[in-house]
């Protein structure tokens, strides 16, 4: 049973949930992991992570769907991801069966933080991994840490899902061979004094462009850029330097397979911006938030679909999406893992 709680006024913010799981690395392997109470890391004052960055993270959520399961959708999706991003940042991996095992645990000790069905709110996990050990040289640590937290949280900006309006960025997000393509927690670090910057001018968050010719949409601080065309086809920009999100990738399944819509997984241009229908920041915390106006340096790009209300084509992509991950409508076999 969810807690008495007021689920519908949360915002994304951190509330500390009863139970954390954590599972160590040490002398060439990660040990079993437990659940824990203490929401305090105790590490060394020259741990890896706190002289060099060595850390990865994920975000996924669960959900309570309409017949009462709780439910996360596609974590084996992160667990891969995860050991991506950690084997280049020279972290030992966590095996996919201790992420899983991780994650069902957690969320079985903190079932009362998972948000009822249509309240609108979600339960977010955030697993993360680190070096734990000490380092002065720059080399990889000998001891990790993989940190599992969870938490209830609200719509990931403010107005919910009302349209947005972000910048081009002056700032590069990754380097065309560096680690755009990770979760590196660096990333994210590196995208903040642009981010603040924007928030200041009045921006919601930054577009980044390819480094190498600033012609290309990357995407924004946390989270991938999707379009819709005038003609239906959903438009999603390729490039290695850009997070393979579960939510973007997901999203083209379902209009592929069950909206039947054309799909397009390439470069995108910022120059062809101006004549797509719709834009939106996707991602498991923002799910999809519309784009209204893209300010280029001046140059506003407006969206047909105004300010008020997403487009009708990231509408059918949003309801179908978060119709499967309720279990309102039946989604691809496997993508969603019941607690
Ligand atoms: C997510 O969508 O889960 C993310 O990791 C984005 C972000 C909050 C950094």
Redesign the pocket.
Known sequence: MAKEMDWGSLGFEYTPAAYRFVATWRDGKWDEGQLTTDPTVHINECAGVLQYAQACFE?LKAYRTEDGRVVTFRPELNAERMIDSATRLEIPPVPKELFMKGLDELVKANLDMVPPYGSGATLYVRPYVFGSGEVIGVKPADEYTFRMICMPVGP?FKGGAKPVVVKISDFDRAAPKGTGGIKAALN?AMSLYAGTRAHEEGFAENIYLDPATRTKIEEAG??NVVFITKDGTFVTPKSESILPSVTRRSLEVVAKDMLGMKVEHREVLLSEVPEFAECGLV????VICPVGKINDHGKVIEFPTGMDEMGPGLQKLYDTLTGIQMGRIEGPEGWLHEI
């Open positions: 975000g990931y994210y946390g989270m991602g498991t915390a923002a």
